[in-house]
């Protein structure tokens, strides 16, 4: 196969995990384990209902979140991360140590150049 994911084999990858909302949602579910959908929104802070409910939907479908309906009175419903994503911890670990480590180098990096 040609194109473009052969060209960046991690692009996939990517767009999977990495796309506007995902991260967050994954990185909360993951740290914070299982989570009702308000517990979970009012984590992430600035996400609107209708865009988290899509996000859940997309990464239910890709199979890195599991959704559990309880038919109660009133229903519960609550997520968590599946092993499937759960898999991405160490990434995620790894992006959090770059994070600490090279961040305020990017910063100062970016007001060098902004002050040329």
Same mark, same amino acid.
């Given at each position: 196969?040609?194109?473009?994911?052969?060209?960046?084999?991690? +692009?996939? %990858? !990517?767009d999977?995990?990495?796309?506007?909302?995902?991260?967050?949602?994954?990185?909360?579910?993951? *740290?914070? $384990? &299982?989570?009702?959908?308000?517990?979970?929104?009012?984590?992430?802070?600035?996400?609107?209902?209708?865009?988290?409910?899509?996000?859940?939907?997309?990464?239910?479908?890709? +199979?890195? %979140? !599991?959704?559990?309906?309880?038919?109660?009175?009133?229903?519960?419903?609550?997520y968590?991360?599946? *092993?499937? $994503? &759960?898999?991405?911890?160490?990434?995620?670990?790894?992006?959090?140590?770059?994070?600490?480590?090279?961040l305020?180098?990017?910063d100062?990096?970016?007001?060098?150049?902004?002050?040329?």
């Open positions: 196969m040609t194109g473009p994911e052969q060209a960046c084999p991690i +692009g996939p %990858v !990517v999977l995990v990495f796309s506007r909302w995902t991260t967050p949602i994954l990185w909360a579910l993951n *740290e914070f $384990g &299982r989570q009702r959908f308000v517990e979970l929104e009012r984590r992430i802070g600035t996400i609107t209902p209708k865009v988290l409910t899509q996000r859940l939907r997309q990464l239910e479908r890709d +199979g890195l %979140v !599991v959704r559990t309906y309880h038919p109660e009175v009133p229903p519960r419903v609550e968590e991360i599946s *092993e499937l $994503g &759960r898999s991405l911890g160490p990434l995620f670990a790894t992006l959090a140590r770059w994070s600490d480590a090279n305020a180098q990017v100062e990096a970016r007001q060098a150049y902004d002050a040329r």
